[in-house]
């Protein structure tokens, strides 16, 4: 079983355009649809709540792990595949997957790779339902910084 979820988007912008939807709280929650509380800073903890239909009531928690300039920005986040009841718990999710954005410059624009992993610490059988919640959500999400910067 993979231990990843990859996903490209190749848009029709800048690098530097690209990375500030990024990196800049505001503009990727936009994109995104979370309202976070602070900038992002590296080795700080980014709170929030989501603003996706039907999940506004739901906390955003992530740890920024990475801002390398114009090339990467990594994050860890708990490993809840948008499982409501699990949300609601208020359990916390003791497994946290490693969120990577990886930008490079390409003649039309920027190809961005967004990468997931670290699932094989999630116990089965939630590992398969986040993994395949996460998957659709990459998909989506990547269709909407494109988007977002292109607009």
Same mark, same amino acid.
């Given at each position: 079983?993979?231990?990843?979820?990859?996903?490209?988007?190749?848009?029709?912008?800048?690098?530097?355009?690209?990375?500030?939807?990024?990196?800049?709280?505001?503009?990727?929650?936009?994109?995104?649809?979370?309202?976070?509380?602070?900038?992002?800073?590296?080795?700080?903890?980014?709170?929030?709540?989501?603003?996706?239909?039907?999940?506004?009531?739901?906390?955003?928690?992530?740890?920024?792990?990475?801002?390398?300039?114009?090339?990467?920005?990594?994050?860890?986040?708990?490993? =809840?595949?948008?499982?409501?009841?699990?949300?609601?718990?208020?359990?916390?999710?003791?497994?946290?997957?490693?969120?990577?954005?990886?930008?490079?410059?390409?003649?039309?624009? #920027?190809?961005? #790779?967004? =990468?997931?992993?670290?699932?094989?610490?999630?116990?089965?059988?939630?590992?398969?339902?986040?993994?395949?919640?996460?998957?659709?959500?990459?998909?989506?999400?990547?269709?909407?910084?494109? =988007?977002?910067?292109?607009?």
């Amino acid at each position: 079983m993979p231990n990843s979820i990859i996903k490209t988007v190749d848009i029709a912008a800048p690098v530097e355009k690209v990375w500030d939807a990024l990196i800049d709280h505001e503009k990727f929650g936009s994109w995104f649809r979370v309202a976070l509380d602070q900038p992002f800073a590296i080795d700080q903890s980014s709170t929030g709540h989501m603003t996706y239909p039907g999940y506004e009531e739901y906390r955003w928690e992530a740890r920024i792990v990475a801002i390398e300039p114009m090339t990467r920005f990594a994050y860890e986040w708990p490993a =809840t595949g948008g499982d409501k009841a699990l949300m609601e718990s208020g359990v916390p999710v003791p497994e946290w997957t490693l969120v990577e954005f990886v930008l490079k410059p390409t003649e039309t624009g #920027t190809h961005l #790779t967004v =990468t997931e992993s670290g699932f094989d610490a999630v116990p089965e059988p939630r590992r398969t339902n986040v993994m395949r919640s996460n998957d659709g959500g990459w998909a989506e999400q990547v269709q909407n910084i494109k =988007t977002y910067v292109e607009d």
